[in-house]
């Protein structure tokens, strides 16, 4: 598994992209951290979640929310959008993305502009602004991955 591509979206074979940054390394910018914690994400990887969440606002993270709704999620793709800052010289960042994926049989794209800051050296998770969903347009391609249209996909109905 791990020599195949990483799913956040790098074109990097996992093994040399994001599994080390799962497995404890720190990142070695926001972006880097960012596309970890999607990983995660796809993988199930909580803990990692949690770890990279600024102690500032971990309190109010909800693991077994976080177990249930990654178990009951396909992820179809990661997008960056922005980044501002986040380098590896810089103390504060925002990574901007969307997160394809589907829910419980309804397929979503989630958009995002994510806050980091370094901490102790390691790059941390602030929080994030949520766009609102947009539904995809007839002619779009499906956000499940399936590579057909919205609407002779999960648009139908």
């Not at 404890?24 to 199930?44: C, D, I, Q």
């Not at 600024?54 to 693991?63: E, K, L, M, S």
């Not at 057909?148 to 999960?154: A, D, E, G, L, Q």
Request: glycine fraction near 12%; charged fraction near 20%.
């Amino acid at each position: 598994m791990l020599d195949a591509r990483c799913p956040c979206g790098s074109d990097l074979p996992e093994a040399g992209c994001c599994a080390a940054i799962l497995a404890g390394a720190p990142a070695p910018t926001a972006l880097a951290l960012m596309r970890s914690r999607y990983t995660a994400y796809v993988r199930g990887a909580v803990d990692h979640l949690i770890a990279t969440h600024d102690p500032a606002t971990r309190r109010g993270v909800d693991r077994a929310g976080l177990v249930a709704w990654t178990a009951a999620t396909t992820w179809a793709g990661l997008t960056i959008v922005a980044t501002v800052a986040g380098g590896v010289d810089d103390a504060t960042g925002i990574v901007e993305f969307a997160a394809a994926g589907v829910h419980r049989g309804a397929p979503f794209t989630q958009r995002e502009r994510s806050r980091f800051r370094r901490l102790d050296q390691r790059w941390v998770y602030v929080d994030g602004a949520v766009a609102a969903p947009e539904r995809p347009g007839p002619n779009a391609p499906c956000p499940c991955g399936s590579g057909t249209k919205y609407k002779r996909c999960h648009g139908r109905g």
